[in-house]
């Protein structure tokens, strides 16, 4: 049970303290409550809380130009919502609509969220089969595969949907080569090719968005979690090209509110003014060699980018995130093998060495 929690500590009701290695799931790329995210929040909300969307807000227009002045300049076109579910259905709708086409692509051991369409994007059978059917029209290739997608991608796909690293599915890194790939064979079908940020997206791999690294530009970008510092939001972002061919509506009551947006552009001010992305880098790279270097015949793997970590045991993951949480810190994991580290990216050196320490002697000793 947490009461309180600041940057990268968070505090029970008993005023222990633990270091935060999950971010809750990548929401807390800046830590919690954020200063500059709070002061915004309040002054927003005393101004203006809601605003129905058939009204232009200033503080609406001015995130979106944030926004689409920290990516490439073919996009143009964002569509506000809630979550990061919402921001794949979205992105599903839309290009099901501007292609006039019906198969969506994912990639196994992909995750995309769980209302029905995102659901049906995503890989794990546990999670798909109670609620079967599933939308119609969905097929899963090999990640990083780039053969896969030959055969499957055609002329009936709408839209081929990848995580550049998976983030539930193991901690997963897409090559650059793979991304490559899907940029080729979407563009000579003519299928649109969507990435899913909503984990990596804002600094978490090092990079503002991961397509960068690769420097594979989608057509498709769905963002959330991080995005507004903690606030609920979804973005799904999109070309003015493909914005043209949309057809029918697509509408979310609470999407783009004023409060979101004003968090939003706290929360990207800050990761821009505080370079979070180039810390992710250097800590995620300090913490790979350091995980690489444990010797213990209990990990498999390590794999990651930036601060989005994983540690493939050989054994079920539980009973070392006990230990961790004995120890005082909380990390989270991908699966039921992998150890997944992604702190907040404002996590204190001396917190994220502890850290490190305390995950090689729970692997070590248990
Ligand atoms: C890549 C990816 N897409 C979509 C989602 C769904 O986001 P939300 O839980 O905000 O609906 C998640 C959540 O973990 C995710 O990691």
Redesign the pocket.
């Known amino acids: 049970m947490i009461v309180r929690a600041e940057g990268a500590s968070w505090f029970d009701a008993s005023g222990r303290r633990y270091v935060d290695l999950g971010a809750s799931?990548?929401v807390g790329n800046l830590g919690a409550s954020a200063p500059d995210v709070v002061r915004a929040i309040q002054a927003q909300a005393g101004e203006l809380l809601y605003l129905g969307s058939g009204y232009e807000s200033p503080v609406r227009t001015e995130f979106l130009r944030k926004l689409l002045s920290l990516l490439p300049p073919s996009f143009g076109s964002v569509f506000l919502s809630n979550?990061?579910?919402?921001a794949?259905e979205a992105a599903i709708k839309i290009a099901r609509s501007a292609t006039r086409r019906p198969k969506i692509v994912a990639a196994r051991r992909g995750?995309?969220?769980?209302t029905l369409g995102?659901l049906s994007a995503t890989w794990r059978r546990e999670l798909r089969e109670p609620f079967e059917p599933l939308v119609p029209e969905f097929a899963h290739v090999g990640f990083n595969e780039p053969e896969d997608l030959e055969s499957e991608v055609d002329e009936r796909t709408a839209l081929l949907l990848i995580?550049p690293v998976q983030?539930?599915g193991g901690v997963h890194v897409a090559s650059a080569e793979y991304l490559r790939a899907a940029r080729t064979v979407t563009e000579r079908v003519g299928a649109l090719l969507g990435f899913?940020e909503?984990?990596t997206g804002i600094g978490r791999t090092g990079r503002l968005f991961a397509f960068q690294h690769a420097g594979v530009v989608p057509d498709l970008l769905?963002l959330?979690?991080s995005l507004a510092g903690g606030v609920p939001i979804?973005a799904t972002v999109t070309t003015p090209e493909v914005e043209s061919r949309f057809q029918g509506s697509h509408h979310s009551t609470f999407g783009g509110s004023p409060l979101a947006c004003a968090a939003g552009i706290a929360a990207l001010e800050t990761v821009v003014r505080d370079r979070l992305a180039e810390r992710a880098e250097r800590l995620g790279q300090l913490a790979l060699d350091r995980l690489r270097g444990i010797r213990s015949e209990r990990i498999r793997e390590v794999r990651g980018l930036g601060l989005l970590l994983g540690v493939e045991l050989r054994e079920r993951v539980a009973p070392i995130l006990a230990a961790l949480e004995e120890r005082g810190f909380l990390a989270i994991s991908a699966g039921s093998t992998v150890l997944r580290l992604i702190p907040p990216l404002v996590i204190p050196e001396e917190d994220w060495a502890a850290g490190l320490a305390a995950v090689e002697e729970a692997i070590v000793r248990g």
């Open positions: 799931h990548g979550s990061g579910t919402e794949v995750f995309h969220g769980r995102a995580e983030g539930e899913d909503v984990q769905t959330a979690k979804g």
